[in-house]
Nanobody
Framework: QVQLVEFGGGSVQAGGSLRLSCEVY????????MGWFRQAPGKEREGVAV???????TYTDSVKGRFTLSQDNRKNTLYLRMNTLRPEDTAMYYC??????????????????WGQGTQVTISS
């Protein structure tokens, strides 16, 4: 059984930074895809950034150049560094993991494991 636990959400002003962490408990697989999604009230869950077991990353266009995804395999932890935050980044952020490859990388429906979420609020 895989468990994902997120940390690091909070409230900051526009232009500020936050770092989210996702601790992974359990074994996902020798190949995997992990990442962050977000969901604002009244909106669909949106893929933000993902990384696979080869270290290849994919970002949604709105965060390119501002967000950086990384992983520490020794600590079984995934990080999302978010800089130059905007009010439109406000959402619940979820960590997700999947053992399958070959499916659309930022598609929420392909992920098997989810964390409980951490709230990020950006004020203008």
């Amino acid at each position: 059984q895989v468990q994902l636990v997120e940390f690091g959400g909070g409230s900051v002003q526009a232009g500020g930074s936050l770092r989210l962490s996702c601790e992974v408990y359990g074994y996902i697989g020798s190949t995997y895809l992990m990442g962050w999604f977000r969901q604002a009230p009244g909106k669909e869950r949106e893929g933000v950034a993902v990384i696979d077991s080869d270290g290849d990353t994919t970002y949604t266009d709105s965060v390119k150049g501002r967000f950086t995804l990384s992983q520490d395999n020794r600590k079984n932890t995934l990080y999302l560094r978010m800089n130059t935050l905007r009010p439109e980044d406000t959402a619940m952020y979820y960590c997700a993991a999947d053992y399958r490859l070959g499916l659309p990388r930022l598609w929420a429906g392909r992920f098997s494991y989810w964390g409980q979420g951490t709230q990020v609020t950006i004020s203008s």
